[in-house]
């Protein structure tokens, strides 16, 4: 185990119909006037956002309304808020949505708090230490998809325009002060949305599980109790979508997957997310499915760094691999992982994504690794992200 | 799941040395004058409150301290630690030891933000809502001790004098800004304080394990996790005490067992910390001895309320009763976590613990149940507790 620091104070408000409680959870936290930033019309036709609204006005919490996050948020709009927040006077930013719409929330929570700069802090994998970010406005949340972890994480990921890169900004100063989380408002999303949820949350919990760090008995078990709470309540989920009890578990999944508990103590990877993100920011694919494609592949390119970890992962998460060697159960593990994903509508492969082999050397111009080194569980150059990105054309799986 | 309230903000600084930052972190969450509170002389002899002190002199702290806190602290310290808090106006306190050091620093917190009143929110079991706590001094801890999981959690046990009633106080408000876990600090403590220090936490994730909750997949594979890391390094630790490694998963899951991340969403138990608090209250025993002596005399009382969960635990923790039938499971169980405690040298009949068949009709007059019941898994009337405390006699576990 390494030495860490860890501090996740986000306040969770956790069940049915806790958007009640969103004004009185945006005073507890000091807010008198919040910027709400949403998606697209679905929260608004729900009813999500009027019951928001209403819980604000009760609470006398004052507000204005940001509308059109779109997935893989666009810098544009983050400038749009930032705008705006700086000349309405907001002191609290209020996300209403999913992993897109809160890193916004958290971008514009940045350059209202800092006059209006929130660009320089959003940096890439070329970039060993972030900048650190002097303040933000406080930022809440009433969660509508679980998959990307923001509500309790301290990062935020923008693509920035017009350059089309996406960059990521982090500190513990982006922790959300709350998270609603009500799993009765994930049960109407399409079974591919919850699906690229589920990928991601998983996605999480293995690039802190696969560590180069040693006696991490805990985070360990930590990460497979998470990792196997995601397999076990995914297939409760896609056969029945209204499953509250699952949705709950899930939801509650997906904060644990990224809030650091399960990555304390060890090195972790991010290697999968790096490469990811450069598909996300060229074809606009949804982040859980190019993660469904890249992370098979960088398992199969990076286990036989360590065998034994990837056959634990295959005999306690998928329940395969017993009693084989740890070589034959690694392999064994990734093609359960593989298998899980496709159980869930999940594209594998660049085809299935809808991406090009020729844009290849595009994406990795834009990862821009400048002779620097991706992920902490086997480092790789250049060359090792062009051959996991040449294995996603293969929809053979591991070989 | 049931729905729940979350919040954990302790700001947890883990590893080696990490004493060296105390001062940085009273400063960071607003203190300027501290009162230390400490026990007896190994935290002096040792050099850590030296330590500490030139900690909170480079950092511009001004300290007063207070020592001579003792297991099942009592409330004349307090009393003597409110008075010293009000006078010498500090404005944090700081908790440098185990569970009942940090218990009496929240106490004297709450003293002192309330014009010295603390007593009347330190109930018992006859008392179903506890009463809310307006203020308290901010605390803050450096941890010697891997067990009561106080430095995160909300509550606060104290001894009242003279009557000799372990009553307890809690609330959010009584969660510690910050923890420093230096695993280093717990290498020297005598065997039999390990021990009892590993059967608090693994009690304190029993009590939220064995639950009425249907559909709580996630907390019941974190508490497990958390389980079998504390079962699985204890032997490393009782092998050797300077496993560095060892010492420190088990500390991390101190903390974690009772910052309340394994219970969220679930009806608890916390029958036998109630039934246990007067055997320590009355023999001044250590605390995680008589959970020893309780814990599997409850197991044995309560099982066949639903033996698939005690089932579940035998097989997942314990990794016993496999393919047996429920009920026999159980009890293999129940077996193997008794087997675990006498491994790690604790008492598991009163006899051991020195308490006595007679003071039986004391220790329920003091458990005061007022006709109310005990328990979340099974609830329990006064008659049920003292058929437990007549199962700590018989030195022969599940029949």
Chains 1, 2 share one sequence.
């Not at 064994?332 to 999940?346: C, D, E, V």
Request: with cysteine.
């Amino acid at each position: 185990m390494t030495d860490f620091d860890y501090w996740s104070p986000t306040y969770i408000a956790f069940g049915k119909d806790k958007e009640s409680r969103t004004g009185e959870l945006v005073r507890r936290f000091g807010g008198r006037k919040a910027l709400m930033i949403y998606g697209g019309g679905s929260a608004v036709r729900s009813g999500l956002i009027g019951r928001v609204e209403a819980s604000l006005s009760k609470a006398g919490v004052g507000f204005i309304k940001l509308g059109g996050v779109k997935p893989n948020p666009r810098s544009s709009l983050v400038e749009e808020g930032v705008r705006l927040a700086l000349s309405e006077k907001v002191d609290f930013m209020l996300a209403v949505g999913g992993g897109s719409v809160i890193d916004t929330a958290k971008a514009i929570a940045i350059g209202a708090a800092n006059g209006g700069e929130w660009r320089r802090f959003y940096v890439g994998k070329e970039v060993k230490v972030r900048p650190a970010i002097p303040a933000a406005l406080p930022v809440g949340v009433v969660l509508t998809i679980a998959a990307a972890g923001s509500e309790g994480s301290t990062n935020s990921i923008i693509n920035l325009e017009p350059e089309n890169l996406k960059r990521g900004a982090g500190g513990d100063i982006l922790r959300p002060k709350f998270a609603v989380l009500n799993p009765e408002l994930t049960m109407s999303l399409p079974p591919f949305q919850t699906a690229c949820g589920l990928a991601d949350m998983f996605a999480h919990l293995c690039e802190r599980y696969f560590t180069p760090t040693a006696d991490v008995t805990l985070s360990d078990n930590l990460c497979e109790a998470v990792m196997r709470t995601v397999v076990d309540e995914s297939a409760k989920i896609m056969a029945n979508p209204t499953d509250y009890q699952a949705r709950a578990n899930v939801m509650w999944a997906g904060t644990l997957a990224h809030n650091d508990i399960c990555g304390a103590g060890r090195v972790q990877d991010w290697a999968s997310h790096g490469i990811e993100h450069e598909l996300s920011a060229l074809y606009d694919c949804a982040h859980g499915a190019g993660l469904a494609v890249v992370m098979p592949a960088w398992m199969t390119y990076v286990h036989d760094a360590n065998d034994a970890r990837f056959a634990r992962f295959a005999r306690n998460v998928f329940g395969v691999g017993q009693g084989e060697p740890d070589a034959a159960a690694a392999l064994a593990g990734i093609r359960a992982f593989r298998r899980w994903l496709k159980s869930l509508g999940l594209p594998l492969t660049f085809a299935e994504l809808g991406a090009k082999e020729e844009d290849i050397p595009t994406l990795l111009r834009t990862l821009n690794l400048s002779g620097n080194t991706l992920g902490g569980f086997k480092p790789l150059a250049e060359k090792d992200v062009e051959a996991i990105y040449r294995l996603c054309l293969n929809s053979d799986g591991p070989y």
